[in-house]
C-alpha cells in the first residue's frame, strides 16, 4: 500500500500498520514530519527548527516493510493503481508507483482569497521555510526601525498587521506582542519595541470563532493586555509593499503602513483533492476539499483513502462534514484508515469515521490560553499549562519533547527568545528585495 | 569605541568592557554569535543552528553602554577616525560611524585556491548558511542514491569528498563515517549507506599537520574505523559538477566521481585585513592577513586594533607570528584589547600580546578524538570526553549548553541525529540546480 504525506494523518495512519502484514510506502516530498501547530514559534524564535520537524526515516527505521519515498505526487491513474510522481532530488526515481490500497494526505496551504500576488507581501507560517522567513522579517523590522532615522519612515517597519484571528492569527499575534514587550524590552537602544503596534485583523465579529464566545472576549482582553489591537469585522481587500489595505461592512476603507504582514486567513486544500474529486466525480468544496465516504473511502474507489484537512466527510445522512483543520481530526482519520485497512485484512467490517473532540486549544502568551474541553470553558493559567502538556506531549521524539520543555522553562523565566536569529540561505536576498 | 565583528575576538573584547566607562558600538553584518567550531555539526544534522548561534542583543541587553549596529563594514577613513557602513537590512542606517579607539575582528573565509568557481561545487561549513546547505546535500545525496536504479550513477552519489584534513575537514569526514555507518545505518530499503566510500584529501603528508605526528597516526586509524580512506599528499586541481581531480607528486592525476565534496582547505583573511594594510602600510601576507604590532594595533595607529585569524603579530624580534586561526587565540586577543583599553582609561602600560596555549583539540567520532594539552598527549575516549566538555563549557548561554548537552548524550545513546533535515529556504531551489 502507499501513503501519501507524512503529516499528522499520514503518520498515524502508518504508524498503526507497521506491525500489520503489510508493504507499505510513504511518499512525502520532504524528509519530515513537521509539528505545524508550533511552526509560529519557530517564526517568533522561540523555538528552533529541528525542535518540531522529526526525519520520517528515523521514525521508521526499525520497521523494515516501511519504505519511504522521497518524491512529489502529481496525479493518480485509479484504473491502473497508480500514482504519479515527480523526482525532488536529483532526477532518480520512479515515475510512478502501484497501489493495491492508498491513503492521501495532501494537506492544505494558505489560500489568498485569489489574491496569489499579496503571498510575496503576507508571509504565512505553515512550512518550516515560511517560519523561518517570518522570523527573519520580523525581527529584521526592528533592526531596520532601529537604523531609521525618519520617524515616518521608522512607523511602517513597528506595525505588524496579522491577517485571521484563528488559532494561528491569535497566537502569531499574541507572540509579536510578547517579542516586542518583553524579549526584545532591552535590545535597541534607539527604539523602544514597546511601541510597536500589533494589529489583528477579522473578518468575523470576534476572534477564535471556534470558540465559545465568552472565551474570544477572553482571548481578546489577553491580546490586547499584550498590546495587540483587535481589529474585527474588518476584511482585507488590498496587500502591497508597505502595508494593508482594510475594509468594514460600511464599504469604507483605510491603509494601515506595515512592513511586516502576516498570513493566517484561509486554507485551500491540497491540489490533490481536486484531482481525486475529478477522477472519482465526489463533491469539491469552494476550500478545494473533496468529500469522502464515511468510511474515508472515494466514492465508487474503496482502495483509495483520503483524510485530514483535504476532506469533507459525508455523514449518514448524507450532508459533508467539515472537521476542523486541526491535528487530533487528521490524527484519529489516520488511525481509523489504519484499522480499516486491517480490518479489510481479516475480513471484518469497519463502522463509519466518527471525531472524538477532545476539545480547542490556543493559547495568547505567558500564562494566556483558552481551553473548549467538552463544554468545561478554561482560560488564563490552567488553560496555558494544558496547552503546554498537550503540545509538550504530542511531540515526535523524547528527545524533542526534551529540548522543547527546555526551551520553553528557559523563555518563561528569563523572558528570553534563544533562536531569534536572521538567518537561512535566502536571509540577505530576502532583505535586499524588501527593502 | 567601535567594534567590528561579533565572532570571538570582538565578542571577548566587548564583554571585557562592558562595565568599563566606555560607549561600545559592536557592528556585525548578521545579529547572533556563531559558535563556528561546532558548524560542522549543524552540517551533519547532529545539532539544530539556534543550538549553536546567539542573538548579540540578548548577549549585551542590560549593558546599556553597549549599542548593537546591524550593518556590514565596507571601509575605513583613518584620519578622519570613521567607519564606512552599507546597509544590511534595509537601506536604512548610518553611512559611517565615528570612533575614538576601533577593533576590528573581521575573521577570514576559505579560499578554493584561486578558484572561485569551485565554491559552487565544493561547499564549506564556516557560515551557519554553508553548514546549512552541507546538511541540505549530504542527505539528499543519499535519498538519490535510493532513489537511483542505475549502479554507475548511484555510486557518485555515495561517495563524499573532503577536502583539507585539518580540524574541521577531519571533523567533517568523521561525522560523515558516522552518518553513513551508524545513523543512517536503517534508513534506507534499496542502498546501504554503509557502502558510502569517505575520501579526505590532504596535500601534506599526515592528518592535522599542527599535531604531533603521533596524535595524527592516531586520528587516522580513527578516521579509517568510520570508513573514511584518507588520501594523503593528494593536491586538488580541479571541482567539477561530478566530481574532483586530485594529483599526487609524481604528477599523475586521478579523477574521483562525487556528487557531494566539501572544501575544508585554505582560508583567506577578510578583505577589511587587506584594506588596512593598504591604509597603514603594514605587510599583508599571501593569505590577506595584516601585520599588526606586538599590542595588536596597526603600525602609526595606536587608536585601531585588529585581532583574530585576520592578523599576523609582530613579535618582540620584529619577526610575524602566525597563531592558529581557532577560538582561544582569538578570545585571548579580545581579552588582550579590552585590557589595553582599560590601562589606557588609567594611563598604564600594556606589555605585548602573549598567546598561552592551552592545547590542541580534535574529535573524529563517538569516543574518538586527539588532544595536544601542553605535551600530554591523549587520545580516544579521554579525548574525546575532553572535547566535549571544553566545547559545552564555551558554548554562550546556559540554555544552549544544556540543550547541545541533551543532543549529545541522545546522540550517544540511541545513534540518532534528530536534525538531519532537508530544509531551509532554498532547499528545493538548491536541489534542482544540483540535478
Redesign the interface.
Known amino acids: 500500500m502507499v501513503v501519501i504525506g507524512g503529516g499528522f494523518g499520514g503518520l498515524q495512519a502508518v504508524l498503526k500498520l507497521r506491525r500489520a502484514p503489510v508493504e507499505v510506502t510513504l511518499v512525502d516530498r520532504?524528509?519530515?514530519h513537521l509539528f505545524q501547530p508550533l511552526t509560529y514559534q519557530v517564526a517568533t524564535g522561540a523555538?528552533?527548527?529541528?525542535?518540531i520537524?522529526?526525519?520520517l526515516?528515523?521514525i521508521f527505521?526499525?520497521n523494515?516493510n516501511v519504505?519511504?519515498?522521497?518524491?512529489e505526487v502529481v496525479g493518480f491513474e485509479l484504473d491502473a493503481r497508480q500514482v504519479l510522481l515527480a523526482?525532488?532530488?536529483?532526477?532518480?526515481?520512479?515515475a510512478t508507483i502501484a497501489y493495491d490500497t492508498l491513503v492521501v494526505g495532501g494537506g492544505s496551504q494558505y489560500s489568498y482569497f485569489g489574491h496569489d500576488e499579496w503571498r510575496a507581501e503576507a508571509a504565512e507560517v505553515k512550512s518550516?521555510?515560511s517560519a523561518?522567513?517570518v522570523r527573519n522579517r520580523l525581527?529584521?523590522a526592528f533592526?531596520?526601525a532601529?537604523?531609521?532615522?525618519n520617524n515616518a519612515?521608522r512607523e511602517p517597519?513597528l506595525t505588524f498587521v496579522v491577517v485571521g484571528a484563528g488559532p494561528t492569527g491569535v497566537e502569531m499575534a499574541g507572540q509579536i506582542g510578547e517579542l516586542a514587550r518583553d524579549t526584545?524590552?532591552?535590545?535597541?537602544?534607539t527604539i523602544d519595541p514597546r511601541t510597536a503596534r500589533i494589529l489583528l485583523v477579522e473578518a468575523a465579529d470576534r476572534v477564535l470563532t471556534t470558540f465559545p464566545p465568552s472565551l474570544s472576549a477572553k482571548a481578546a482582553r489577553s491580546l490586547e493586555r499584550l498590546g495587540v489591537t483587535v481589529l474585527t469585522g474588518r476584511t482585507v481587500v488590498g496587500v502591497e509593499a508597505g502595508g494593508v489595505t482594510v475594509a468594514d461592512g460600511s464599504g469604507s476603507s483605510q491603509h494601515i503602513a506595515s512592513?511586516t504582514v502576516i498570513w493566517a486567513a484561509g486554507v485551500t486544500a491540497s491540489s490533490l483533492a481536486t484531482q481525486l474529486g475529478e477522477l472519482t466525480g465526489a463533491e469539491v468544496d469552494p476550500a478545494g476539499r473533496v468529500t469522502v465516504e464515511p468510511d474515508l473511502t472515494l466514492p465508487g474507489r474503496s482502495e483509495v483513502f483520503a483524510l485530514g484537512d483535504m476532506v469533507r466527510v459525508r455523514s449518514a445522512t448524507g450532508e459533508p462534514i467539515v472537521f476542523p483543520g486541526v491535528a487530533p481530526v487528521a490524527m484519529q482519520q489516520g488511525r481509523y484508515v489504519a484499522k480499516a485497512i486491517r480490518d479489510r485484512l481479516r475480513s471484518r467490517a469497519t463502522p463509519a469515521f466518527r471525531y472524538r473532540d477532545k476539545g480547542n486549544l490556543a493559547t495568547i502568551g505567558r500564562r494566556a490560553a483558552v481551553a473548549d474541553i467538552k463544554g468545561l470553558k478554561l482560560s488564563g493559567s490552567i488553560a496555558w499549562l494544558t496547552w503546554l502538556l498537550v503540545h509538550i506531549w504530542y511531540l515526535i521524539?523524547?528527545?524533542?519533547r526534551?529540548?522543547v520543555a527546555?526551551?520553553w522553562t528557559?523563555s518563561f523565566t528569563?523572558h528570553?527568545r534563544?533562536?531569534?536569529?536572521?538567518?537561512?540561505?535566502?536571509?540577505?536576498r530576502?532583505?535586499d528585495e524588501?527593502?
Chains 1, 2 share one sequence.
Open positions: 520532504r524528509n519530515f523555538l528552533s527548527p529541528g525542535e520537524a522529526y526525519p526515516r528515523a527505521k526499525r523494515r519504505r519511504v519515498l522521497m518524491a523526482p525532488v532530488v536529483a532526477a532518480g526515481g520512479p518550516l521555510e523561518i522567513s525581527l529584521a533592526e531596520a532601529e537604523l531609521e532615522s519612515r517597519w526584545l524590552r532591552r535590545d535597541f537602544r512592513r521524539g523524547f528527545q524533542n526534551l529540548l527546555i526551551r528557559s528569563t528570553g534563544g533562536t531569534r536569529l536572521i538567518a537561512g540561505p535566502d536571509w540577505r530576502e532583505l524588501r527593502s
